[in-house]
């Protein structure tokens, strides 16, 4: 069974920055896209990034272009989010997710396996 272990939350001020890692076992994740999705209280889990296998594609929800890069290194086994000019809104809990083989999207439906996820909190 895979396991993924977000780290990197905490909480900070707006306009502050954290970089979220997603550690993978028990199976490489250089087969399969990564993603990473928000669960803020009272809505849905969203899309807020996702990245190839390779590396060379990603794609990002619209209010976070410009402030959010999702990366990977794969020799590592380890995805990341650098997200920078935090708002209060972008409170959540941030899930990493492994993409089912040969997919590549924004649909929680294209993800097998899911991290307990890590706190994300931005005071105003």
């Known amino acids: 069974q895979v396991q993924l272990v977000e780290s990197g939350g905490g909480l900070v001020q707006a306009g502050a920055s954290l970089r979220l890692s997603c550690a993978a076992s028990?199976?490489?994740?250089?087969?399969?896209?990564m993603g990473w999705f928000p669960h803020a209280p009272g809505e849905e889990r969203a899309f807020v990034a996702v990245?190839?296998?390779?590396?060379?594609?990603?794609d990002y929800a619209d209010y976070v272009k410009g402030r959010v890069t999702i990366s990977r290194d794969n020799a590592k086994n380890t995805a990341y989010l650098q997200m920078n000019s935090l708002k209060p809104e972008d409170t959540a809990v941030y899930y990493c997710a492994m993409g089912r083989l040969y997919t590549y999207g924004r649909l929680v439906s294209n993800y097998a396996y899911w991290g307990q996820g890590t706190q994300v909190t931005v005071s105003s």
């Open positions: 990245i190839n296998r390779g590396g060379g594609s990603t």
């Open positions: 028990r199976r490489t994740i250089s087969n399969y896209a």
